[in-house]
């Protein structure tokens, strides 16, 4: 049984990787964006557990379940059991299109004609039917009884050619081009006149002709080729061709059913979601956020081109439209500024009460509060810049109000809280805890480094708000992008003086205090650590001395950039002659597996800017951009917009970005955080690389594959995602887009 050459000439062409060449700027024309929906059926028992869909060409749509049929209106959002009040059918196995209106239902009991509220069930077939397929104006079914035809001639009976274990029907040519009813079984697949005929059966079974015996679907493929689906993949049989086997590219090879799709794209239904093959792609739609459940029965297709995915959970309808990015990114700034923008000006994920449901929505707090805060901040003065649309300046100058905020309200010179919410507020994120010695012998343990801090949250002097201590190196290096991007981009005159003067509280505070940042208690903080003697000489801080000496020169440059005091350049220069941190910039990014994280290579990308744009010496200009080059090469396979993007503004090298531009158009419109699990997927497989501490997957997958992420997160671990308890505030993508607008990589 051959593969790729067989499968070429069958009409389809698998995954191709590699990008055909380079392309400096990306023009903004329509592209397909995919969505799912899942209309509710009915809270009764077998209700959800789906066998069969179908859609009419008036686009309502039936779906055979174990509790009965059901119809779902054109635009409805709820399923509606079939037949009047009261009405049921039991068990329903299959239902196909019927051409005068309505479907065609076989059952338990039979077969049945519904239309609209009407269920009439045909008289002379009183036997469970397994499967149903159109022929014309005809319909041919099937069971454990025997083969049906129902015409307008009435109901004609002939026994199954072989198995009566039955799974599916199909009508597709055999290898002269002869129409035949193909019955798909648990012991073979069977061909046949539709109509009767003295013509010996043909019996595809394997080996050979089938991968295994037990054949869950059949269906016509492109040029004519017949996809035969069961456990093992699917086999392809092509006129003039062998038969050719796909099962490494599937999700699973537990194979249920294959459709053809109205663009001639096939579609093969697994017990680990859908796999689909459409010219030279391949992609997998499987998880909450495009099916009910992974366990796929039956697809069907709408007039309009949607996909219906009869599953164990129900069905889902995988629709599209045309949009351009910058209509996506219209979406994704109304999703953001409805549901995360939180007082007193904060912006996060937002938590959902029922997993999923955008309405029950609810504000949250989070340790990185002020970074994420700063990189909406960033990405609203992109946007001021390119549009100068006076409410993107208006929303930047509310988050830098709400990130000063965070410094002011702790009462202190230059210390910054985490996050603040609302003293009326009970639930937050890692509240006050008491801990025992021993409790903090066993932490002591396993992190010496770990700082003792029972009291988190602590009062404002006004008694409106909380604030968090304990906060990271990672919270101030966002602070700084945020703040460079809003001078520079967006802010006014005033807003600039706002601005100077406080990064420079927060830098004084820092190197006065050592190069340290000192909580209230006068002690550092955990993370917040840039001084020379920890960096270059404590082994504890080895995996942290590129990034955090980058850091430290980054906000140094900053303060001189914004007050034009020059004790910043002073100090700066003091680091790099004494303390060569200069040097350690050129190799930031530790590529040890057991150190390396992409929470890194989120913050080098935070801290490179302020040093590549405001840096005049050439030689230290070279040392950076060596820096720049090192810690890209390893994200690169990655295509990270926001990684490709700002290396293509700091290097001058617009080369490679096909992959951040795809990431742009294949990121779900759905930002709600599902979990993902790929480590059930059988076309890959798990390693331990980049990162030894999680399971991963050995190639990257699609965005639309994997959960919504952010730049922090590691791209490739297997299981990501809450079960759908979170949604994305969308600045993961808003800010990569919004920086190609300003840089030109996006027309």
Not at 80 to 89: L, V
Not at 284 to 289: A, G, P, T
């Amino acid at each position: 049984m051959t593969s790729a050459a067989a499968i070429a000439a069958a009409g389809i062409t698998l995954w191709a990787s590699g990008n055909a060449g380079t392309q400096a700027t990306l023009t903004d024309t329509p592209f397909v964006q995919e969505f799912s929906e899942h209309p509710t059926l009915a809270e009764e028992a077998g209700a959800s557990d789906v066998a069969s869909v179908a859609v009419e060409s008036s686009g309502t749509a039936w779906a055979a379940a174990r509790a009965g049929l059901y119809r779902l209106e054109s635009g409805a959002a709820q399923w509606a059991r079939a037949g009047e009040a009261g009405a049921s059918t039991g068990p329903v196995f299959d239902v196909v299109p019927n051409p005068a209106g309505g479907v065609w239902a076989g059952a338990w009991n039979g077969l049945y004609r519904a239309r609209r509220n009407v269920l009439e069930k045909i008289e002379g077939i009183d036997a469970p039917l397994a499967a149903l397929c159109r022929y014309g104006d005809a319909v041919l079914v099937a069971g454990p009884d025997g083969l049906w035809r129902v015409d307008r001639d009435g109901v004609t009976h002939e026994p199954l050619p072989g198995s009566r274990e039955v799974r599916a029907l199909c009508l597709a040519p055999d290898a002269s081009g002869s129409p035949y009813l193909w019955i798909a079984t648990a012991f073979g697949l069977y061909g046949i006149p539709p109509v009767r005929s003295s013509v010996k059966p043909i019996r595809l079974q394997a080996p050979g002709g089938l991968l295994s015996a037990d054949v869950q679907g059949v269906a016509r493929g492109p040029a004519g080729a017949l996809w035969a689906a069961g456990l093992g993949g699917v086999v392809i049989h092509a006129a003039g061709s062998a038969p050719a086997l796909l099962a490494s590219t599937l999700p699973s090879i537990d194979v249920r059913c294959v459709a053809q799709g109205p663009d001639g794209g096939m579609w093969v239904g697994t017990a680990a979601g859908v796999a689909r093959f459409d010219g030279p792609r391949c992609s997998v739609l499987r998880s909450r956020r495009w099916l009910l459940d992974d366990r796929v029965r039956r697809i069907a297709f709408g007039p309009d081109g949607s996909a219906w995915v009869a599953t164990a959970g129900g069905v889902s309808v995988v629709r599209a439209v045309k949009l351009t990015l910058a209509q996506k990114g219209e979406r994704y700034l109304e999703a953001c500024m409805a549901r995360h923008v939180r007082d007193p000006g904060l912006v996060e994920k937002c938590r959902l009460r029922v997993p999923g449901d955008l309405t029950t929505w609810e504000p949250q707090d989070d340790d990185n509060d002020g970074q994420y805060t700063a990189m909406y901040l960033a990405m609203q003065s992109y946007r001021f810049a390119v549009t100068r649309d006076p409410k993107a300046r208006e929303a930047a100058r509310r988050a830098f109000g709400a990130l000063r905020f965070l410094q002011t309200v702790t009462g202190t010179r230059g210390f910054v809280a985490r996050s603040v919410v609302p003293s009326t507020w009970t639930r937050w994120a890692d509240p006050n805890e008491v801990i025992s010695d021993a409790d903090w012998a066993v932490r002591r343990v396993r992190n010496p480094r770990e700082k003792r801090v029972e009291t988190h949250w602590r009062p404002s002097a006004d008694g409106r708000w909380l604030w968090k201590c304990g906060t990271s190196s990672d919270e101030i290096t966002g602070h700084m992008f945020g703040y460079l991007a809003y001078h520079d981009l967006a802010a006014e005159a005033s807003d600039r003086r706002d601005v100077a003067e406080h990064v420079g509280r927060i830098v004084d505070a820092i190197v006065d205090g050592g190069f340290l940042l000192r909580d209230v208690d006068g002690q550092p903080t955990e993370w917040g650590v840039w001084a020379p003697a920890k960096l270059n000489d404590d082994p504890d801080w080895e995996m942290d001395r590129g990034v955090n000496s980058v850091e430290m020169l980054s906000f140094l440059k900053l303060a001189a950039h914004v007050t034009g005091d020059t004790k910043y350049e002073a100090t700066y220069r003091r680091l790099i002659r004494d303390h060569h941190y200069a040097e350690n910039a050129r190799r930031p990014k530790t590529l040890n597996p057991s150190w390396r994280t992409h929470i890194d290579d989120e913050l080098l990308a935070l801290a490179f800017p302020a040093l590549l744009l405001h840096e005049k010496d050439p030689e230290l200009l070279a040392l950076y951009r060596e820096g720049v080059e090192s810690w890209h090469e390893a994200v690169k396979a990655e295509h990270s917009p926001y990684f490709d993007f700002t290396h293509a503004a700091l290097s001058g090298n617009r080369s490679g970005l096909e992959g951040a531009f795809e990431f742009l158009r294949d990121a779900p419109l759905d930002l709600v955080r599902w979990e993902v699990d790929n480590t059930r997927r059988e076309d890959i497989r798990l390693v331990r690389a980049p990162e030894l501490e999680h399971v991963q997957t050995d190639r990257l997958l699609p965005p639309s594959e994997r959960c919504t992420t952010r730049w922090d997160d590691n791209p490739w671990i297997a299981v990501q995602g809450d079960g759908g308890r979170t949604e994305s505030d969308g600045v993961f993508w808003l800010l990569p887009y919004w920086m190609g607008r300003y840089y030109g990589l996006l027309d």
